[in-house]
Protein backbone atom coordinates (compact mmCIF):
# COMPACT_ATOMS: atom_id res chain seq x y z
CA UNK A 1 0.00 0.00 0.00
CA UNK A 2 1.35 3.36 -0.97
CA UNK A 3 2.06 5.87 1.35
CA UNK A 4 -0.66 8.49 1.08
CA UNK A 5 -3.39 5.72 0.01
CA UNK A 6 -2.44 4.16 3.45
CA UNK A 7 -2.73 7.59 5.51
CA UNK A 8 -5.90 7.89 4.12
CA UNK A 9 -7.13 4.91 4.69
CA UNK A 10 -5.44 5.22 7.80
CA UNK A 11 -7.19 8.29 8.45
CA UNK A 12 -10.92 7.39 7.89
CA UNK A 13 -10.18 3.86 10.11
CA UNK A 14 -9.10 5.16 12.93
CA UNK A 15 -11.72 8.86 13.14
CA UNK A 16 -14.31 6.00 12.93
CA UNK A 17 -12.73 4.24 15.66
CA UNK A 18 -12.06 7.28 17.97
CA UNK A 19 -15.58 8.33 17.51
CA UNK A 20 -17.09 5.21 18.70
CA UNK A 21 -18.93 5.31 22.28
CA UNK A 22 -16.22 3.96 24.85
CA UNK A 23 -14.10 4.31 28.12
CA UNK A 24 -12.33 6.82 26.85
CA UNK A 25 -15.39 9.11 25.59
CA UNK A 26 -17.12 8.67 28.95
CA UNK A 27 -14.25 9.73 30.78
CA UNK A 28 -13.40 12.71 28.61
CA UNK A 29 -17.26 13.69 28.31
CA UNK A 30 -17.28 13.59 32.28
CA UNK A 31 -13.88 15.46 33.13
CA UNK A 32 -15.36 18.18 30.33
CA UNK A 33 -19.05 18.67 31.31
CA UNK A 34 -17.66 18.58 35.53
CA UNK A 35 -14.57 20.35 35.50
CA UNK A 36 -14.16 22.15 32.24
CA UNK A 37 -12.61 22.61 29.36
CA UNK A 38 -8.73 22.36 30.64
CA UNK A 39 -9.66 18.93 32.24
CA UNK A 40 -11.13 17.30 29.01
CA UNK A 41 -8.29 18.78 26.75
CA UNK A 42 -5.86 17.45 29.45
CA UNK A 43 -7.37 13.97 29.77
CA UNK A 44 -7.83 13.88 25.96
CA UNK A 45 -3.87 14.48 25.70
CA UNK A 46 -3.38 11.72 28.23
CA UNK A 47 -5.97 9.68 26.04
CA UNK A 48 -3.58 10.67 22.88
CA UNK A 49 -0.27 9.44 24.70
CA UNK A 50 -1.79 6.29 25.75
CA UNK A 51 -2.15 5.03 22.31
CA UNK A 52 1.85 5.27 22.18
CA UNK A 53 1.67 2.47 23.90
CA UNK A 54 -0.34 0.12 22.02
CA UNK A 55 1.90 1.47 18.68
CA UNK A 56 4.78 0.53 19.99
CA UNK A 57 4.05 -3.45 20.96
CA UNK A 58 2.04 -3.49 17.64
CA UNK A 59 5.06 -2.36 15.74
CA UNK A 60 7.02 -4.79 17.60
CA UNK A 61 4.55 -7.81 16.19
CA UNK A 62 3.12 -8.27 19.49
CA UNK A 63 -0.24 -7.21 18.90
CA UNK A 64 -0.56 -10.52 17.43
CA UNK A 65 0.95 -12.58 20.18
CA UNK A 66 -1.37 -10.88 22.99
CA UNK A 67 -4.74 -11.16 20.63
CA UNK A 68 -4.41 -14.84 20.10
CA UNK A 69 -2.85 -15.98 23.35
CA UNK A 70 -6.28 -16.53 25.74
CA UNK A 71 -4.05 -16.03 28.96
CA UNK A 72 -2.01 -12.99 27.77
CA UNK A 73 -5.77 -11.29 26.59
CA UNK A 74 -7.58 -12.90 29.83
CA UNK A 75 -5.05 -10.94 31.99
CA UNK A 76 -5.67 -7.39 29.83
CA UNK A 77 -9.38 -8.09 30.05
CA UNK A 78 -8.75 -8.46 34.18
CA UNK A 79 -6.94 -5.52 34.66
CA UNK A 80 -8.62 -3.16 32.39
CA UNK A 81 -12.07 -4.48 33.50
CA UNK A 82 -10.74 -4.04 36.84
CA UNK A 83 -9.94 -0.17 36.28
CA UNK A 84 -12.96 0.87 34.30
CA UNK A 85 -14.97 -0.97 37.50
CA UNK A 86 -12.12 1.31 39.75
CA UNK A 87 -12.99 4.68 38.16
CA UNK A 88 -17.10 3.75 37.88
CA UNK A 89 -16.93 3.42 41.48
CA UNK A 90 -15.17 6.72 42.35
CA UNK A 91 -18.67 8.39 40.42
CA UNK A 92 -21.11 6.04 41.87
CA UNK A 93 -19.63 7.73 45.20
CA UNK A 94 -20.02 11.06 44.40
CA UNK A 95 -21.88 13.38 46.48
CA UNK A 96 -23.35 16.57 45.90
CA UNK A 97 -20.86 18.41 47.60
CA UNK A 98 -18.38 17.12 44.95
CA UNK A 99 -19.79 18.63 41.91
CA UNK A 100 -18.14 21.70 40.75
CA UNK A 101 -21.40 24.26 39.27
CA UNK A 102 -18.99 26.91 38.63
CA UNK A 103 -15.46 24.91 36.88
CA UNK A 104 -13.63 22.76 39.12
CA UNK A 105 -13.49 19.90 42.19
CA UNK A 106 -11.09 20.94 44.60
CA UNK A 107 -8.07 18.67 44.40
CA UNK A 108 -9.03 16.61 41.41
CA UNK A 109 -9.53 19.08 38.25
CA UNK A 110 -6.47 21.22 39.57
CA UNK A 111 -3.82 18.84 38.93
CA UNK A 112 -3.10 18.82 35.22
CA UNK A 113 -0.54 15.37 35.48
CA UNK A 114 -3.48 13.57 36.93
CA UNK A 115 -5.91 14.08 34.72
CA UNK A 116 -3.23 13.29 31.94
CA UNK A 117 -2.34 9.93 34.07
CA UNK A 118 -6.10 8.84 33.88
CA UNK A 119 -6.43 9.23 30.34
CA UNK A 120 -3.71 7.77 29.71
CA UNK A 121 -4.01 4.64 31.95
CA UNK A 122 -7.70 5.07 30.50
CA UNK A 123 -6.57 4.07 27.05
CA UNK A 124 -3.70 1.95 27.84
CA UNK A 125 -5.69 -0.57 29.88
CA UNK A 126 -8.59 -0.67 27.38
CA UNK A 127 -8.58 -4.21 26.29
CA UNK A 128 -10.21 -3.82 22.68
CA UNK A 129 -6.94 -1.78 22.33
CA UNK A 130 -4.57 -5.04 21.12
CA UNK A 131 -7.33 -6.69 18.66
CA UNK A 132 -8.12 -3.14 17.22
CA UNK A 133 -4.32 -2.98 16.87
CA UNK A 134 -4.00 -6.05 14.97
CA UNK A 135 -6.72 -5.30 13.11
CA UNK A 136 -4.96 -2.02 12.13
CA UNK A 137 -1.63 -3.26 11.13
CA UNK A 138 -2.88 -6.02 9.25
CA UNK A 139 -4.96 -3.65 6.95
CA UNK A 140 -2.55 -0.62 6.65
CA UNK A 141 0.49 -0.42 8.80
CA UNK A 142 3.31 -3.16 9.02
CA UNK A 143 6.49 -4.49 10.89
CA UNK A 144 7.61 -3.72 7.71
CA UNK A 145 7.21 -0.52 6.67
CA UNK A 146 10.32 1.82 6.65
CA UNK A 147 10.24 3.01 10.61
CA UNK A 148 10.10 7.05 9.44
CA UNK A 149 6.88 6.04 8.15
CA UNK A 150 5.91 4.06 10.60
CA UNK A 151 6.58 6.94 12.68
CA UNK A 152 4.38 9.18 10.80
CA UNK A 153 1.40 7.12 10.87
CA UNK A 154 1.62 6.48 14.77
CA UNK A 155 2.01 10.32 15.28
CA UNK A 156 -0.71 10.61 12.85
CA UNK A 157 -3.10 8.44 14.97
CA UNK A 158 -2.22 10.15 17.73
CA UNK A 159 -3.10 13.83 16.63
CA UNK A 160 -6.26 12.09 14.96
CA UNK A 161 -7.44 11.03 18.14
CA UNK A 162 -6.49 14.18 19.98
CA UNK A 163 -8.53 16.19 17.30
CA UNK A 164 -11.34 14.14 17.81
CA UNK A 165 -11.48 13.93 21.94
CA UNK A 166 -10.87 18.17 21.24
CA UNK A 167 -13.90 18.64 19.26
CA UNK A 168 -15.66 16.71 21.81
CA UNK A 169 -14.26 18.62 24.72
CA UNK A 170 -15.03 22.03 22.91
CA UNK A 171 -18.63 21.05 22.38
CA UNK A 172 -19.22 19.68 25.03
CA UNK A 173 -17.98 22.93 27.38
CA UNK A 174 -20.31 25.39 25.27
CA UNK A 175 -22.28 27.20 27.84
CA UNK A 176 -25.06 26.36 26.64
CA UNK A 177 -24.53 22.71 26.64
CA UNK A 178 -22.63 22.59 29.88
CA UNK A 179 -25.16 24.13 31.62
CA UNK A 180 -27.30 22.00 31.02
CA UNK A 181 -25.49 19.28 32.04
CA UNK A 182 -24.34 20.66 35.10
CA UNK A 183 -28.27 21.11 36.04
CA UNK A 184 -28.24 17.32 36.97
CA UNK A 185 -25.30 18.15 39.26
CA UNK A 186 -23.94 14.78 40.99
CA UNK A 187 -25.68 12.47 39.38
CA UNK A 188 -24.33 13.43 36.26
CA UNK A 189 -21.49 11.67 38.15
CA UNK A 190 -23.16 8.98 39.26
CA UNK A 191 -24.03 8.11 35.81
CA UNK A 192 -20.59 8.10 34.42
CA UNK A 193 -20.01 6.11 37.32
CA UNK A 194 -22.49 3.64 36.36
CA UNK A 195 -21.35 3.45 32.57
CA UNK A 196 -17.87 3.21 33.32
CA UNK A 197 -18.93 -0.57 36.14
CA UNK A 198 -20.86 -1.72 33.59
CA UNK A 199 -18.49 -1.28 30.87
CA UNK A 200 -15.95 -3.02 32.97
CA UNK A 201 -18.23 -6.12 34.23
CA UNK A 202 -18.77 -6.65 30.37
CA UNK A 203 -15.25 -6.97 29.98
CA UNK A 204 -14.85 -9.26 33.31
CA UNK A 205 -17.70 -11.30 32.33
CA UNK A 206 -16.02 -11.07 28.65
CA UNK A 207 -12.32 -12.76 30.17
CA UNK A 208 -13.79 -15.66 31.78
CA UNK A 209 -15.50 -17.29 28.40
Same mark, same amino acid.
Given at each position: ???W? $?F??? &?????L? /?? @?P????A???????L???? #???L? @????A?G?S?H?A =?? *????? /?I? /??????????????GL =??IYL????????? *??? *?L??E &?A?EA???????????L?? %??N????? =????LF??I????L??? %????Y????M?L??A?F???V??? %???????R?L #?? $???????? $?? %????L???????S &??
Amino acid at each position: MEFWQ $GFLTL &TLVHLLA /AA @SPGPDFALVSRQSLLHGRK #AGLLT @SVGIAAGLSVHIA =YS *ALGMA /AII /AHSAGWMTAIKIVGGL =YLIYLGSKGIRAKP *AQT *ALAGE &TAGEARSGRKLVMSGFLCN %TFNPKAPV =YFLSLFTIILSPNLPLE %TLCIYGLWIMLLQLAWFSFVVFFL %TQPAVRVRFL #AL $GHWLDRLF $GV %TMVALGLRVLSSS &TK
